[in-house]
């Protein structure tokens, strides 16, 4: 289906008086929206498997085997532009170290920028930023699966030496780029039955963290971040790294944190953290998932919660200084609309946030009349943020509506099915 130019045009008119009658300029709202950017994580396209043809275990639960999966660098960065053009706003991608190109066959823990050299001058070529992630998972060198926190100090000293690595990397495409480069560690260390001693284990991870992050960088080119869990498969009575744990390191070492919404209780939102972290550190990664029942990744659906992570980003003042990022991983449909539903329901519920009469809000609560301010939160709902969303799309030259969605079935009929 095709949308009228000219009818998207009128009703973006007709929707931007109604929300200057609440003082909301659309206009400049939308030059603020284009700014804005959404890492989008590489993993959604390959399921996780990165470029080391590791056939073992991983620690990440990846479920589904939809066929048109990328298989190699090329394939991958296709899709991912693929993404990009179905997105009005501005975007970074989100590596992890296992999808180096290397050349000289280096191990983890001998990785260089040089093996990210093309992902470099592909980003620089398609005006994005990226992220890194030291990658503790699907490695003959998970004992027991635990990385940072093992008993074993060889283990340990293995992937400290990867975790300095992967800053170095991160500082070098964050120079390169022009932009900070986030540098995430994430660890699956944990148990399934309850511990003996939950301390030790926490202790060898601080001590871990401490031997990583000796070396200082630039903040300009990468900030560190951590990423607590409260349990996995297989870890379900303890994880070493949780979210105590890490939000007490991160603000003692003057690191940020990361958050993912699939890491909590299930009733517990992310979004509620913002105002009270952020008083701490301005270091903030967002990764932006969908539990279902369980931390299970599913794709990023325009839902309250997503909706309530953006209205306390842009409530907090953060948008455009925390860094979001998007997380899940779903191997049962097209992979590309994986990704595009996710960024463009994040794209949009930003949007929404961004539109939002916020200073109504405020004032009704200043005055402390707390029935205007319900009165006018269940009014706000249902602005016409589809017809901004629509002519955003139209600015930026994007599909607008369902557009999209038959082009990625052309895509998925020309290129995704004809990959073995
Ligand atoms: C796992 C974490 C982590 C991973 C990625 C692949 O529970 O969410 O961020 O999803 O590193
Ligand atoms: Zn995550």
């Not at 992902?119 to 699966?145: E, P, Q, V, Y």
Request: aromatic share 10%.
């Amino acid at each position: 289906m095709n949308y009228n130019r000219e009818q998207i045009a009128k009703i973006y008119e007709i929707a931007k008086q109604t929300y200057a009658a609440y003082g909301v300029d659309t206009d400049k709202v939308l030059e603020e929206f284009y700014k804005q950017k959404i890492s989008l994580h590489c993993w959604q396209g390959d399921d996780i498997a990165g470029f080391e043809n590791f056939t073992g275990a991983s620690q990440n639960v990846v479920t589904g085997n939809y066929p048109g999966k990328a298989r190699n660098p090329e394939e991958l960065r296709a899709d991912l532009e693929k993404v990009f053009s179905y997105s009005p706003i501005s975007h970074k991608v989100n590596l992890h170290a296992n999808y180096a190109e290397s050349a000289e066959g280096h191990g983890r823990d001998e990785l260089t920028p040089e093996d990210f050299a093309n992902w470099i001058a592909w980003a620089k070529a398609n005006n994005c930023g990226l992220d890194f992630n030291s990658t503790f998972f699907a490695h003959d060198m998970m004992n027991r699966n635990m990385s940072l926190a093992s008993p074993d100090k060889a283990t340990r000293d293995y992937w400290i030496k990867h975790s300095k690595a992967c800053r170095k990397i991160a500082n070098a495409m964050g120079e390169a780029l022009g932009q900070t480069c986030v540098h995430n560690i994430w660890i699956p260390d944990g148990m399934k039955d309850n511990p003996a001693s939950r301390k030790y284990f926490r202790e060898l991870l601080k001590d871990s963290l401490d031997q990583i992050l000796e070396e200082k960088y630039d903040e300009n080119n990468m900030v560190d971040v951590v990423e607590g869990k409260l349990f996995g498969i297989g870890t379900e009575c303890y994880v070493v790294g949780s979210y105590d744990f890490y939000l007490a390191y991160a603000i003692k070492n003057n690191i940020g944190i990361c958050l993912d919404s699939g890491h909590y209780h299930p009733t517990e939102q992310i979004a509620d953290k913002f105002s009270a972290v952020s008083l701490f550190t301005d270091k903030i990664l967002l990764h932006v998932s969908r539990g279902v029942r369980w931390d299970s990744d599913h794709v990023t659906i325009n839902n309250d919660e997503l909706n309530f992570i953006m209205q306390e980003a842009k409530r907090c003042g953060l948008l455009g200084k925390m860094h979001i990022g998007l997380d899940y991983f779903d191997a049962s449909i097209n992979r590309v609309t994986a990704w595009t539903v996710g960024l463009r329901a994040a794209g949009k519920a930003m949007l929404s946030a961004m539109l939002e009469p916020t200073a109504m809000l405020e004032k009704a609560e200043q005055d402390w009349n707390l029935g205007n301010r319900l009165a006018y939160s269940e009014e706000f709902k249902n602005l016409p943020v589809d017809a901004v969303w629509n002519y955003a799309c139209m600015q930026q030259g994007v599909p607008v509506g369902t557009e999209w969605i038959d082009d990625v079935n052309a895509y998925e009929a020309e290129v995704l099915a004809k990959r073995g």
